[in-house]
């Protein structure tokens, strides 16, 4: 069902690619991780909403009010159905943007299938950082688990050497931390280190900190972000009247005749 639009953005958007998950929303488990700048979001929006059509949905929304991100959402009203879509214009960790389209394109390929995707060791890293990463340098063993993400690790080394670039003085710490992963250990102290980096440079860009702030209040106001991350992307109710409410803050762009 999805990949002929996987395809479809990548053949449109060169700077546009999935950055983790790939496998796991392909086999219905989550949504999809992309990236893209936000130049190319109105032309995602669109090839989303023609693909949505396609496969008759009903309504298509999109929301925007978290700062970089664009959440693109199709409705099937008949099972109360999400089918999700998150493109990032930059990715932040501990209130520091790690990566914005570009950076992520030198480490791109074109998966089997036909789409673009991030290669498996540059995954690696970010699943590490972003789900196996705990705040004060702790484990965090079911995200490890659940991602994949010392499989993702060996598979690539030099995918794990391009995305530590990413990561400035704390490349080299984030090299031993992936190691000791690898390995079957933990060093906390090495992962101290790539908190510690990411967090003076969110010091360095206060409107961002602040943006993310303002992005857990809004997480919990808007309809179509408080199904995602509140209800576990399930509609409560009568699913005709989410898509009202959702539709009076503007975020609906497409509705079916049925």
């Given at each position: 069902?999805?990949?002929?639009?996987?395809?479809?953005?990548?053949?449109?958007?060169?700077?546009?690619?999935?950055?983790?998950?790939?496998?796991?929303?392909?086999?219905?488990?989550?949504?999809?991780?992309?990236?893209?700048?936000?130049?190319?979001?109105?032309?995602?929006?669109?090839?989303?909403?023609?693909?949505?059509?396609?496969?008759?949905?009903?309504?298509?929304?999109?929301?925007?009010?978290?700062?970089?991100?664009?959440?693109?959402?199709?409705?099937?009203?008949?099972?109360?159905?999400?089918?999700?879509?998150?493109?990032?214009?930059?990715?932040?960790?501990?209130?520091?943007?790690?990566?914005?389209?570009?950076?992520?394109?030198?480490?791109?390929?074109?998966?089997?299938?036909?789409?673009?995707?991030?290669?498996?060791?540059?995954?690696?890293?970010?699943?590490?950082?972003?789900?196996?990463?705990?705040?004060?340098?702790?484990?965090?063993?079911?995200?490890?688990?659940?991602?994949?993400?010392?499989?993702?690790?060996?598979?690539?080394?030099?995918?794990?050497?391009?995305?530590?670039?990413?990561?400035?003085?704390?490349?080299?710490?984030?090299?031993?931390?992936?190691q000791a992963v690898v390995?079957?250990?933990?060093?906390?102290?090495?992962?101290?280190?790539?908190?510690?980096?990411?967090?003076?440079?969110?010091?360095?860009?206060?409107?961002?900190?602040?943006?993310?702030?303002?992005?857990?209040?809004?997480?919990?106001?808007?309809?179509?972000?408080?199904?995602?991350?509140?209800?576990?992307?399930?509609?409560?109710?009568?699913?005709?009247?989410?898509?009202?409410?959702?539709?009076?803050?503007?975020?609906?762009?497409?509705?079916?005749?049925r």
């Amino acid at each position: 069902m999805w990949l002929p639009l996987l395809v479809r953005l990548t053949e449109r958007f060169p700077e546009w690619g999935l950055w983790k998950n790939a496998d796991a929303a392909l086999a219905g488990d989550g949504d999809f991780d992309s990236t893209a700048p936000e130049s190319d979001w109105d032309g995602i929006i669109a090839e989303f909403t023609s693909w949505a059509s396609e496969h008759d949905l009903d309504a298509v929304a999109a929301c925007r009010h978290v700062r970089g991100v664009l959440f693109l959402v199709a409705v099937d009203t008949r099972d109360a159905t999400l089918f999700e879509l998150d493109v990032n214009a930059r990715k932040y960790f501990r209130g520091w943007t790690v990566f914005r389209p570009g950076d992520l394109k030198p480490m791109m390929e074109i998966d089997d299938r036909g789409f673009r995707r991030v290669r498996p060791g540059a995954e690696g890293v970010t699943l590490l950082t972003q789900n196996g990463l705990k705040w004060g340098g702790r484990r965090d063993a079911d995200g490890l688990r659940r991602k994949r993400v010392v499989e993702f690790l060996e598979s690539d080394p030099e995918g794990v050497a391009a995305a530590a670039r990413l990561f400035g003085s704390a490349e080299d710490a984030l090299l031993r931390a992936v190691q000791a992963v690898v390995s079957g250990r933990w060093d906390r102290s090495a992962l101290l280190t790539v908190e510690a980096r990411a967090l003076l440079g969110a010091l360095g860009d206060p409107a961002i900190v602040l943006s993310r702030l303002r992005a857990k209040r809004v997480k919990k106001r808007c309809q179509l972000l408080r199904t995602i991350f509140v209800d576990g992307r399930t509609i409560r109710g009568d699913v005709s009247g989410w898509v009202e409410r959702v539709s009076r803050h503007g975020e609906i762009v497409a509705e079916a005749s049925r």
